[in-house]
């Protein structure tokens, strides 16, 4: 699986983006697919997850209420709606697909084998 994110930019404190992650690869729909996010001197941390099928969820509570992460496999493009957002949401953010076939997702970047290029995401106060 190959995986590219985009649509990162400059947004005001309270504004709202989405990012998409396109995928490459048959196997796009097995996969439960992540977001992360890194933020400049600080760890990778999770932001959430999406099951291989669509059907289940997980937020950090950093985002939980106004983030939402949905996806369509048959256009093999994973979405991040980002509302509300805050200057402590800027980070570069990465897309990731989940090793295990028919996964929930996890919050552990090590559990997750395919990484895409990451998008920048600025918000100002």
């Known amino acids: 699986v190959q995986l590219q994110a985009s649509g990162g930019g400059l947004v005001q404190a309270g504004g709202s983006l989405r990012l998409s992650c396109a995928a490459s690869?048959?196997?796009?729909?097995?996969?439960?697919m992540g977001w992360f996010r890194q933020a400049p001197g600080k760890d990778r941390e999770f932001v959430g997850s999406?099951?291989?099928?669509?059907?289940?969820?997980l937020y950090a509570d950093s985002v939980k209420g106004r983030f939402t992460i949905s996806r369509d496999s048959a256009k093999k493009t994973v979405w991040l709606q980002m509302n509300n957002l805050r200057p402590g949401d800027t980070a570069v953010y990465y897309c990731?697909?989940?090793?295990?076939?028919?996964?929930?997702?996890?919050?552990?970047?090590?559990?997750?084998?395919?990484w895409g290029q990451g998008t920048l995401v600025t918000v100002s106060s």
């Open positions: 999406i099951s291989w099928n669509g059907d289940s969820t």
């Open positions: 990731a697909a989940h090793n295990s076939i028919h996964g929930l997702g996890s919050m552990w970047p090590n559990e997750y084998g395919y």
């Open positions: 690869g048959r196997s796009f729909s097995y996969y439960a």
